[in-house]
């Protein structure tokens, strides 16, 4: 078992209280087998993606895996060695990133330090050549939509706070009405109170306007948080696309499910498809029938097999405890992380695991301790074996 850990519109500021995304209309953006190299080197190898309107797409990966050269090639600041690009149904092939109708927010914001804070943010409306009445209108709109106070207006970016300057590099980015915004790890240099505030503010943000987000981030817990659906990078492909819940409980494979957060992994061999059920027998845990309903078993998965477990569906039990499948450990550390407390173990079997539970005024176990853990088959995912 392992343990993986454009052109100036109407302002977007529809509030739509949150409604559903139209699944069946057309993306707004359409990424089809886009390669990127830079000279032997190949960055981006085949990526397609579908985004649809008003749908807030996470791109996670380990570094070098492409999610920000994707971006790019999005932003338009690169050209792609081969592969389209469409935004809002138009080739963006040879479209300058200056003329495209996306705007993006840098993990360096960029502010231009000897601007104020209005200058700062209707500058891309002084650019178009925009009246100076009708930019300062929208300055105004953009204060109140990113929560600022008027008395900032006059400040320079040196004079705010972290979080400030996010919210005028924010408002910057949506003051021309984008069709896409794109955001590069713009939260990662903050600390962690200012980054859960300013998380929250980007969700308030989404639900509020009619703007597609395109959001690149290392930080795990943010893309869950925040993305309608999660893009899971590496070594230039996309290994998965979907929803939060899917990426975290129905990986495609055991890369994703190490990489989205920590999991335990137990071998198991596939013996039989029939009729719905898959039978396999396990070798490293007490299984009360060695069956499950095909729908807990990826299609790919075949012969050498691997159980996705996620520490919080792994509980102590005791003898009269029903549970599918149970497993005697060692506790061997105890970590308390403030609302959950988790534990590593080791079996009989000669295997480490990981158990999460809500944390208490004592501690249940204590390293040294011998306990039984158990798990039910509905919380589980049996996806194809291989290293990840």
């Not at 949150?18 to 707004?28: F, L, Q, V, W």
């Not at 650019?127 to 006059?154: C, F, H, S, W």
């Amino acid at each position: 078992m392992i343990i993986r850990g454009g052109a100036i519109g109407p302002p977007p500021f529809c509030f739509n209280g949150g409604s559903k995304r139209d699944m069946t209309s057309a993306p707004i953006l359409d990424i089809r087998d886009i390669h990127k190299d830079y000279g032997s080197y190949q960055a981006l190898k085949g990526v397609s993606l579908s985004v649809r309107q008003g749908e807030f797409i996470a791109l996670v990966g380990p570094s070098g895996c492409g999610k920000t050269t994707l971006l790019k090639q999005i932003a338009g600041f690169e050209d792609a060695t081969s592969g389209t690009i469409s935004i809002d149904g138009r080739d963006m092939a040879g479209v300058p990133a200056a003329h495209r109708p996306t705007s993006m927010v840098f993990q360096k914001l960029a502010l231009f330090p000897h601007m104020t804070v209005a200058e700062n943010i209707g500058f891309p409306l002084k650019l178009r050549k925009v009246a100076q009445g009708e930019i300062a209108a929208r300055v105004n709109e953009m204060l109140t939509l990113m929560q600022l106070k008027p008395i900032y207006l006059d400040r320079f970016p040196r004079a705010l706070s972290g979080g400030e300057q996010q919210r005028v590099a924010l408002a910057r980015s949506m003051i021309s009405s984008p069709k896409l915004l794109l955001l590069d790890e713009p939260l990662s240099a903050l600390d962690v109170k200012l980054k859960k505030v300013l998380q929250s503010e980007l969700k308030r943000l989404h639900r509020s306007v009619g703007v597609t987000f395109v959001h690149v981030t290392h930080d795990l817990e943010e893309a869950m948080m925040l993305a309608d659906r999660i893009c899971v990078m590496r070594a230039g492909h996309i290994l998965q696309l979907g929803e939060p819940a899917d990426i975290y409980y129905r990986p495609a494979d055991a890369f994703v499910a190490g990489f989205i957060g920590e999991t335990n992994l137990f071998p198991v061999e596939i013996t039989s498809r029939a009729k719905g059920r898959v039978r396999y027998s396990a070798g490293s845990f007490d299984d009360a029938s060695g069956e499950l309903p095909e729908a807990l078993v990826a299609e790919a998965a075949q012969g050498a097999a691997l159980m996705n477990v996620r520490p919080e569906l792994i509980r102590r039990i005791g003898p009269e405890d029903k549970v599918d499948c149970r497993v005697t450990a060692r506790v061997t550390e105890v970590f308390t992380k403030g609302g959950t407390v988790q534990y590593r173990a080791h079996t009989s079997q000669g295997m480490d695991l990981a158990v999460e539970i809500q944390g208490t005024s004592r501690l249940p176990m204590e390293v040294g301790e011998e306990v039984h853990l158990g798990w039910n088959k509905k919380d589980i995912w049996v996806l194809p074996g291989g290293e990840p």
